[in-house]
C-alpha cells in the first residue's frame, strides 16, 4: 500500500502524532503550524512544523516508501535551501520515516556525520517499538502495517479508547475518519461497508457518542466524503506527491503504477508542473 498520502494527511489532522512518534510529548504539537511548502521552485517540503515560537527548532519530514538513492541528498537540499531562503540561524531537525529499513539508501557515506549527529531522525515503521497503551496518534500509525488479525484488535482497542475517554468530540470524528480512511486503503478489496463490517465500525455509528457528534455537525461532510471514496478528500496530497516523484526523476509510469492511476493523469500534472 501506498502509504505516503496518507501519513501526511495523519499529520495535518493529528499533528501531535509525529512528536509521539519521536519520543517527545504530544502536547508539543500545540506549539507548531503543519504546513506544505515549495522552495527555490524546484524543491517541495511536504511536511513542515513551522515552530511559532523561532527559538524552537523547525522539523522536516519526508515519507519513503520506495527505495532511492537520492533520498538523503534531497531532503538535505531542501533543508538547506529552505535555511537559506528563509533564517539560516534556524535551528531544524530532519525526521526521515521509511516504511522498512530496506527503503533507505545503502550508500550512506556523504551523509554519515549529519546521519550521526541527531539532527537527522530515522523511523523504520516496521520496526518500531510501540508502547503497550499508545496514544491514539500512535495507534493509527501502528494500524499502518499491522497484520489483518492484529488490526481488528488494534481498532477495536482505539475505538474503545475514542468512545470511554472523554476525547473531545471534533477529535473523535477525526480518529474514526482516518480509521476508516486507512482500512479501505490497505484492504482495496473491500468497499467501505466491508471495511465496516471487517473493523466493527458499524457499532460506534449507532451510539449515542457519534449520534451526538453527528447532530452538533462535526462530523458533518465526513460520511459524504467517505461515500463518495476516500481518495477525494485527499486529492491534492497525491498530486503534491506526484510532483516530488516527478521533480525527483521517478518515470511517470512507475508512479502510475504506484499511485493505481491512468499514466495520462499523471502526464498531465507533469505538464502543469511545467507551465
Same mark, same amino acid.
Given at each position: 500500500m501506498e502509504t505516503d498520502a496518507f501519513f501526511y494527511q495523519l499529520l495535518k489532522q493529528m499533528p501531535q502524532a509525529l512528536f509521539e512518534l519521536i519520543g517527545l510529548p504530544g502536547e508539543r504539537a500545540k506549539a507548531y503550524r503543519f504546513d506544505s511548502v515549495e522552495v527555490k521552485k524546484a524543491f517541495r517540503i511536504d511536511g513542515l512544523f513551522l515552530p511559532k515560537d523561532r527559538r524552537l527548532p523547525l522539523y522536516f519530514v519526508e515519507v519513503q516508501n520506495q527505495p532511492l538513492a537520492k533520498f538523503y541528498a534531497n531532503l538535505l537540499?531542501?533543508?538547506?535551501?529552505?535555511?537559506? @531562503?528563509?533564517? +539560516?540561524?534556524?535551528? #531544524?531537525?530532519a525526521i526521515a520515516i521509511f516504511g522498512s529499513r530496506r527503503c533507505e539508501p545503502k550508500h550512506l557515506g556523504p551523509y554519515r556525520e549529519l546521519l550521526q549527529s541527531g539532527r537527522v531522525i530515522r523511523i523504520y515503521l516496521d520496526e518500531y517499538a510501540m508502547p503497550a497503551d499508545p496514544p491514539v496518534g500512535l495507534s493509527i500509525v501502528q494500524l499502518l502495517s499491522a497484520p489483518i488479525a492484529d488490526a481488528r484488535r488494534q481498532v477495536a482497542r482505539l475505538i474503545d479508547k475514542v468512545e470511554h475517554e472523554n476525547l473531545d468530540r471534533e477529535f473523535a470524528s477525526k480518529v474514526i475518519e482516518l480509521v476508516e480512511g486507512l482500512m479501505l486503503r490497505r484492504f482495496s478489496e473491500l468497499d467501505? /461497508?466491508?471495511?465496516?463490517?471487517?473493523?466493527?465500525?458499524?457499532?460506534?455509528?449507532?451510539?449515542?457518542? #457519534?449520534? @451526538?457528534?453527528?447532530e452538533s455537525g462535526?462530523?458533518?461532510?465526513?460520511e459524504k466524503g467517505i461515500e463518495k471514496g476516500i481518495e477525494k478528500g485527499i486529492e491534492k496530497a497525491h498530486e503534491d506527491l506526484i510532483r516530488k516523484w516527478?521533480? /525527483?526523476?521517478?518515470?511517470?509510469?512507475?508512479?502510475?503504477?504506484?499511485?493505481?492511476? +491512468?499514466?495520462?493523469?499523471?502526464?498531465?500534472?507533469?505538464?502543469?508542473?511545467q507551465s
Open positions: 537540499a531542501k533543508v538547506f535551501c529552505y535555511l537559506e @531562503e528563509n533564517d +539560516p540561524a534556524q535551528d #531544524w531537525v467501505i /461497508e466491508g471495511v465496516r463490517t471487517m473493523f466493527q465500525l458499524h457499532d460506534i455509528r449507532k451510539s449515542k457518542f #457519534w449520534q @451526538e457528534a453527528h462535526i462530523e458533518k461532510g465526513i516527478l521533480t /525527483e526523476g521517478m518515470p511517470a509510469t512507475q508512479i502510475a503504477k504506484l499511485m493505481g492511476i +491512468p499514466l495520462k493523469d499523471v502526464r498531465q500534472i507533469a505538464k502543469r508542473k
